[in-house]
């Protein structure tokens, strides 16, 4: 990448006229299974989602470089004609049809094998796929990308909670400071964006969305802080910084932009709120690492990739046994076991009778389906993800609508089956019986926290307490006299805002289709999952014992008769 190349890209990423006040949104993909944003107030900086793959040079690397000749794998969204199907890489234009680039896709493709619509000679998927196979930089102008296996679905990735905004000081309108202050004002935040311009800036926003500024700088906060209270009347909070600044950050960005070789930046930026330099390429190999390294210095960098290496847990991608569904890969129900085991067979597998409430909806040519997944946004036709039913659904005894051949049901229905999550993708459920009418499903609780503030002499014996287990620490199972108490102590302390995001980070990296999502309020998480069994029950031991923070596991899919919510609190 030449310097041309670099200053036009930088020109795109930076806005000619920087305002702290400006609000830098994050890209919004079309793909609504992969819907992560943010937003920030930040002075002359984009900022965009990390995807997962991530690597900082200023701690331990956490995804290795790929070899050049290696198996990749990767979450797209494909583009095409019928005979020239490629993968979008990067960001998508909003036109109609979408445009967007990256590689030729090669090998064993079909568009049946996808879910697609098509415009003017133009097919894209709306839905993201993982495809799994050999990347090649030098076939064609923009590379090519053979299969090794077909392209399924990619897993749902949770939209985070919003960015914190914190106010840097108790009082922001001291020395001189009025309330009444605004942007409007003959002495508006221009001036103070210009005086800005001339300190060592590390970031700078707005706390309150409007005019209260918090601006982190290199050096002495204090001359800072009257450096732009002279010329700034509004909320204004000051604090020193040992972070690069803003502007040695877009130098670096410029130096690493300009090091990577031709057509393998996707995105970059020079951060926001978190102060680094943040960039997405197309496939991480040990040049590209070593180049990023070396044009970084000693800035922090987030280097990240489209293609990560396929690793020995990697799931296998098979096609669905239902012809008329996209090909899906097995639900990673099957433990893995040594091919001379006696085990290894297929009694490993076991089917479970398990029972969910959702709404029903069934596309024309398609089985019906359980929505144990709706989508994120209104859709029309409706749409939704889940376990295909099989067995007795009679729409002429379910109240529904049909919209463009898709029929949902108007209320929710409970039905038991035989889980099978070996077929198609996230399995399928051979029903006992019809759905039986469940009507609409009341608010979740996800508050445990507020039976610890409620307590009274019974507080224990509430009702709304799910089945408590404690993780495995070394030792084993270490029980616990009070766990109620136990898991209390936890939610009820300082928000541990690290150690939630660390098992966030945590559960999408696993890959598992079977985790449907998760919600977080304060120190109260809820990953919900389509079924649990040993191994997901084991991963989510896993990271609570590291972080020792309580996790409610909510499941879709129950044996008939058990809870499905329960909450999992670390050993110690």
Not at 177 to 184: I, K, L, R, S, W
Not at 258 to 281: I, R, S
Not at 366 to 371: A, F, K, M, S
Request: hydrophobic content about 35%; charged content about 20%.
């Amino acid at each position: 990448m030449n310097d041309e190349d670099v200053t036009k890209i930088l020109g795109q990423v930076v806005p000619d006229a920087p305002s702290p006040d400006a609000w830098a949104g994050a890209a919004v993909r079309r793909a609504r299974r992969r819907r992560i944003g943010g937003v920030a107030a930040v002075v002359a900086l984009a900022l965009v989602a990390v995807p997962m793959g991530a690597m900082m040079f200023n701690r331990p690397l956490v995804a290795g470089p790929a070899e050049s000749t290696g198996e990749v794998t990767g979450d797209v969204m494909i583009l095409g004609s019928a005979d020239a199907p490629e993968l979008c890489l990067g960001a998508i234009r909003e036109s109609y049809p979408p445009q967007c680039g990256g590689p030729a896709l090669k090998g064993d493709f079909r568009w049946e094998q996808v879910e697609f619509e098509e415009a003017n000679g133009v097919r894209w998927t709306n839905s993201t796929y993982t495809v799994r196979g050999h990347y090649d930089p030098d076939d064609g102008d923009s590379g090519s990308f053979t299969l090794t296996a077909p392209p399924v679905v990619a897993p749902l990735v949770q939209e985070p909670a919003g960015l914190d905004f914190p106010q840097l000081c108790d009082d922001p309108y001291a020395d001189g400071g009025d309330p009444g202050a605004g942007g409007e004002a003959p002495d508006g935040s221009e001036a103070l964006h210009a005086a800005a311009a001339k300190l060592p800036v590390v970031t700078m926003y707005v706390s309150d969305g409007s005019s209260n500024f918090n601006v982190l700088v290199q050096g002495a906060a204090d001359e800072a802080f009257r450096a732009l209270r002279a010329v700034w009347k509004g909320g204004l909070c000051v604090q020193s910084s040992d972070a690069p600044t803003e502007a040695r950050r877009m130098e670096v960005l410029g130096a690493v932009m300009a090091a990577l070789p031709d057509g393998q930046l996707v995105t970059a930026d020079a951060g926001g709120m978190k102060p680094e330099v943040n960039v997405h390429v197309v496939i991480i190999t040990p040049e590209i690492e070593a180049a990023v390294r070396k044009a970084a210095k000693d800035v922090p960098v987030t280097l990240t990739a489209v293609f990560n290496p396929v690793g020995p847990d990697t799931p296998t991608q098979t096609p669905s046994t239902d012809p008329t569904a996209p090909v899906t890969p097995p639900a990673s129900d099957l433990p893995t076991t040594d091919p001379d085991s006696p085990t290894s067979s297929d009694s490993t597998l076991t089917l479970r009778t398990l029972r969910g409430t959702a709404r029903i909806l069934q596309k024309e040519g398609e089985l019906p389906r359980l929505c144990v997944r709706e989508a994120w946004e209104a859709t029309e036709p409706f749409s939704c993800e889940g376990p295909t039913l099989k067995g007795d659904v009679n729409w002429d005894e379910i109240p529904h609508t049909t919209d463009q051949g898709v029929l949902v049901s108007d209320g929710h229905y409970t039905v038991t089956g035989t889980y099978d999550p070996t077929d198609g993708d996230p399995g399928s459920l051979t029903l006992d019986g019809p759905p039986v009418f469940a009507g609409q499903p009341g608010v979740e609780f996800e508050r445990y926290s507020t039976l610890c503030a409620e307590k009274s002499d019974t507080w224990r014996d509430d009702p709304r307490w799910p089945t408590i287990v404690i993780a495995p620490d070394p030792e084993g199972h270490i029980p616990l006299p009070d766990p109620q108490g136990w898991v209390c102590s936890r939610l009820t302390g300082a928000v541990a805002d690290d150690k939630l995001d660390a098992i966030l980070d945590a559960l999408p990296t696993i890959r598992d289709p079977r985790i449907v999502g998760y919600s977080r309020d304060g120190n109260d998480l809820v990953v919900k999952v389509l079924a649990a069994d040993d191994k997901l029950m084991d991963m989510v031991y896993a990271v609570v014992e590291e972080t020792g923070m309580p996790v409610v596991v909510r499941t879709a899919l129950t044996p008939p008769g058990e809870n499905d919510t329960t909450i999992v609190a670390p050993s110690r």
